[in-house]
């Protein structure tokens, strides 16, 4: 019984580390020294190699190492093997930081005052309290949620939207494409936290730009794929959006010299919105091998239906 790591080797060094005092018996191995490709019955990706089966033949189960499922191709992986994604609260904890912090920086303006410092101006925009201003989430899964309850203690006024009929203590939820509208209306400050599915491609464009309030704010820390970036500068420029932080971008690495990189209106961070805790994942990641080997329920089995 073979777990492979196959992501960033730092932190591949620090699951080793972790696994070898809590699963000593566990056999662990960092691509891409994978020894007998036989033994090889969990493979923990990143990106999953395209011959999966034929390199890995006795593999049980593929772990994502990340929350999204969006970089695995499906159609090249077998039907019939499970594929989990992380669910651990490190990733959580970190999502909520970085949305606490950018809803709380464009909710005080931080955008225009590092533009304005850039140019020497001192100038004062109203301090509006945070009862006053409305937060909406797109997506109220693991990270939505716990977003969303962060910002509602500050006392913003705190929505979310998702597929499913959802209810949270202290936020307003609206499901489904019918309910998106309202949603939007009533939306100053706009996060997006969804999985990036067919569904979801684009699913920050123009039109939807349109139902938010005049110089309504946004931030995208989902996916990169979401955003429809033209659409986003089309909006800044009508004055429809005010300022975005973007946390992804398409494509990643945003290339040299791209027009997002010297907009002012604009704060972008190299998607590290979130990363995934060894400390706290390889405690989830050694609870699912047990459940599997158990037939139990895995944690953060992905439905492929759905995409995520
Ligand atoms: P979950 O699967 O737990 O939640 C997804 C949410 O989106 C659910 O509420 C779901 O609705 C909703 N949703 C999905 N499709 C639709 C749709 N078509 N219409 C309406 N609602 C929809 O995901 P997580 O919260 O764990 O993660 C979300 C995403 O965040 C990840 O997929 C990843 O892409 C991104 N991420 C980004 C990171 C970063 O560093 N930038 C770090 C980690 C994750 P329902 O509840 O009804 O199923
Ligand atoms: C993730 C990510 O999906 O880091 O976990 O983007």
Same mark, same amino acid.
């Given at each position: 019984?073979?777990?492979?790591?196959?992501? @960033?080797?730092?932190?591949?060094?620090?699951?080793?580390?972790?696994?070898?005092?809590?699963?000593?018996?566990?056999?662990?191995?960092?691509?891409?020294d994978v020894g007998n490709p036989t033994d090889i019955r969990y493979l923990a990706a990143w990106m999953a190699p395209d011959d999966i089966m034929a390199q890995f033949p006795n593999l049980e189960l593929l772990i994502s190492v990340g929350a999204?499922?969006?970089?695995?191709?499906?159609?090249?992986?077998?039907? $019939?093997?499970?594929?989990?994604?992380?669910?651990?609260?490190?990733?959580?904890? #970190?999502?909520? $930081?970085?949305?606490?912090?950018?809803?709380?920086?464009?909710?005080?303006?931080?955008? *225009?005052?590092?533009?304005?410092?850039?140019?020497?101006?001192?100038?004062?925009?109203?301090?509006? *309290?945070?009862?006053?201003?409305?937060?909406?989430?797109? #997506?109220?899964?693991?990270?939505?949620? !716990?977003?969303?309850? &962060?910002?509602?203690?500050? /006392?913003?006024?705190? !929505? #979310?939207?998702?597929?499913?009929?959802?209810?949270?203590?202290?936020?307003?939820?609206?499901?489904?494409?019918?309910?998106?509208?309202?949603?939007?209306?009533?939306?100053?400050?706009?996060?997006?936290?969804?999985?990036?599915?067919?569904?979801?491609? /684009?699913?920050?464009?123009?039109?939807?730009?349109? &139902?938010?309030?005049?110089?309504?704010?946004?931030?995208?820390? /989902?996916? =990169?794929?979401?955003? @429809?970036? @033209?659409?986003?500068? !089309?909006?800044?420029?009508?004055?429809?959006?005010? !300022?975005?932080?973007?946390?992804?971008?398409?494509? $990643?690495?945003?290339?040299?010299?791209?027009?997002?990189?010297? @907009?002012?209106?604009?704060?972008?961070? *190299?998607?590290?919105?979130?990363?995934?805790?060894?400390?706290?994942?390889?405690?989830?990641?050694?609870?699912?091998?047990?459940?599997?080997?158990? =037939?139990?329920?895995?944690? #953060?089995?992905?439905?492929?239906?759905?995409?995520?």
């Amino acid at each position: 019984m073979t777990l492979l790591y196959k992501s @960033d080797p730092a932190r591949g060094a620090e699951w080793a580390r972790l696994l070898a005092a809590k699963a000593p018996d566990l056999a662990f191995r960092i691509w891409p020294d994978v020894g007998n490709p036989t033994d090889i019955r969990y493979l923990a990706a990143w990106m999953a190699p395209d011959d999966i089966m034929a390199q890995f033949p006795n593999l049980e189960l593929l772990i994502s190492v990340g929350a999204g499922v969006d970089q695995f191709d499906f159609s090249k992986l077998p039907p $019939e093997l499970p594929v989990v994604r992380m669910v651990e609260p490190g990733i959580v904890d #970190g999502m909520v $930081e970085y949305v606490t912090m950018s809803v709380l920086a464009l909710h005080r303006d931080l955008v *225009p005052y590092i533009a304005q410092q850039r140019d020497q101006i001192w100038r004062q925009i109203r301090v509006w *309290p945070a009862s006053t201003r409305r937060v909406g989430v797109l #997506g109220l899964g693991m990270l939505g949620e !716990a977003a969303c309850r &962060k910002l509602a203690g500050f /006392g913003f006024q705190v !929505a #979310g939207w998702s597929r499913s009929c959802r209810e949270i203590e202290g936020v307003i939820c609206y499901a489904g494409p019918d309910e998106m509208t309202d949603f939007l209306g009533r939306t100053d400050i706009l996060v997006c936290l969804l999985p990036l599915t067919d569904e979801t491609r /684009g699913v920050l464009n123009a039109d939807l730009f349109a &139902k938010l309030p005049r110089g309504a704010r946004l931030v995208s820390s /989902g996916r =990169g794929g979401h955003l @429809d970036q @033209d659409a986003l500068l !089309a909006a800044l420029d009508s004055g429809q959006i005010s !300022a975005a932080v973007l946390d992804v971008t398409s494509p $990643e690495p945003l290339p040299t010299g791209h027009v997002l990189w010297n @907009d002012p209106r604009v704060l972008i961070t *190299p998607h590290i919105a979130s990363m995934t805790q060894p400390e706290t994942a390889v405690d989830v990641v050694l609870d699912n091998l047990r459940r599997h080997r158990a =037939g139990e329920p895995l944690l #953060g089995l992905v439905d492929r239906k759905r995409g995520y």
